[in-house]
């Protein structure tokens, strides 16, 4: 099997059978597969997914190929909750509570409802000494909207993949009196405070407006809306949910208005400053300046048992910005690492972000690899024209004391450090991956 498409928003993935014949295909997939008589081709029978969301309580069958066997496993259990949770730093998911069985093996696997339906998809087991039978599906309207973002041009061989809206705003919820008498919101309007909003929205929401309603849905005080009959979510499921281009409408409560109806948009992905997902947003770049090691902040490095609590806490800082807030900035730069060298001596205090290059405030990893090569080039040059004179690069650190290397010293220790450690080359900057909108 090879994956033409990753979805790391939904944790789901696309899968093909790579250069098999008709006879591979029809012994891989068994009776799930047989060769129609009139077109003399073989006819798959897909799964199909279910049209709902399972009703609490509904029985669901799990299937798949867990540990504890080779052959084939199901599981029997109950719907026990439908929420959001996360699945990984910047992944909020609606999901489907069970308490049938989940196991490494099952993820990926399907649930089926009485009907023979897909209900969801196996793909996450919360594994904490106090629970006991928290197993979590992914939705079939969830995968079934994953499919809507593929895009595959099978003449090309290639595939794109459009990732989920994000959040545009920040809020408060609106549940404290004087937080209501403060901002003038009579008791007749209910919702939530917009405190900040990204400038992907062009103005459509302001802050300070009470967003009330999302596609016609009431916001509660506390920012849910109802689920179905009795049941509340939180608000995101409704944006993060949206198909390709698909419009939402948001209702406000703004200057003493109620029911103000902001014109349709089409909500995309907001990048963050702190790279997310490998091979996404997150590709594996690095620059050797000299004897420094220095990479992209990413949400592993954050993660990283290296990573401290100061710089854990700046990484978080940046993350709550928007982009317009970001100064400029594509991204953060931090030190991991001072190799060995005598250019180095006495320094010694690495996992630091580098804000600035000889006074110049650092936008990326390769905005301060261009402004090296162009310190290098200038020693080269003054080097040819008989000027003795250092040349010197100087690396402000984030609450730290700076760092100063002499150019043509630090040239040549970088090929000593390269051909020591095996490194190929001082950097790798890679273009943004084309796969994903």
Partial sequence: AQVIVY???????????????????????????????STNKLSKHALELADELP??????????????????????????????????????????????????????GPAFDKHGKVVGVAFFKNTSKKT?????????????????????????????????????????????ASLRLAHKVPSSVHGILVT???????????????????DGK????????????????????????KRVDEPTIFTVYRDGKDNQECPPCVLGNIPSICLRW????????????????????????????RCGKKLIGESIDWCQKW??????????????????????????????QVTTYNGTPILSLEHLRDMWQTSCQESKSAKE?????????????????????EVQAAIEAESEVLKRHQIPKASHISPRNPRYN
């Fill in 132 to 176: 006991d039978n928290v197993g979590y599906l992914i939705p079939a309207d969830v995968v079934r909207t994953f499919l809507g973002r593929c895009k595959l041009d099978r003449d090309a061989g290639t595939s794109t993949y459009t990732l989920s809206p994000s959040l545009p705003y920040d809020w408060h919820p609106l549940e404290n």
């Fill in 55 to 108: 009703s609490l309580q509904e029985s669901v069958h799990v299937m798949g190929f867990p540990t504890g066997g080779t052959t084939i496993c199901i599981t029997e259990g109950v719907v026990s909750r439908i929420d959001l949770v996360m699945a990984s730093a910047f992944n909020i998911l609606l999901a489907i509570q069970i308490d049938a069985a989940i196991n490494p093996g099952n993820s990926g």
């Fill in 7 to 37: 979805a790391p928003d939904v944790d789901l993935a696309l899968l093909t059978l790579k250069g098999c014949s008709l006879e591979d295909q029809k012994e891989f997939f068994g009776d799930v597969v047989e060769e129609s008589s």
């Fill in 278 to 305: 490998v091979d996404v947003d997150y590709p594996p770049d690095y620059l050797v300046l000299g004897a420094l090691v220095l990479l992209p902040m990413s949400w592993a490095l954050r993660s990283h048992k």
């Fill in 385 to 405: 024209d008989g000027n003795k004179d250092p040349t010197f690069a100087r690396l402000e650190l984030k609450g730290d004391r700076d760092i100063v290397l």
């Fill in 323 to 352: 982009p317009q807030e970001w100064e400029g900035k594509t991204g953060l730069v931090i030190l991991v690492d001072i190799l060995a060298h005598e250019l180095t001596f006495s320094y010694s205090r690495p996992w630091r």
């Fill in 196 to 214: 900040s909003l990204s400038d992907t929205l062009g103005g459509i929401l302001k802050k300070g407006d009470v967003l009330t309603h999302i």
């Fill in 218 to 241: 009431a916001l509660a005080d506390d920012g849910q809306v109802v689920l179905r009959r009795d049941e509340l979510i939180q608000h995101r499921y409704l944006l993060r949910g």
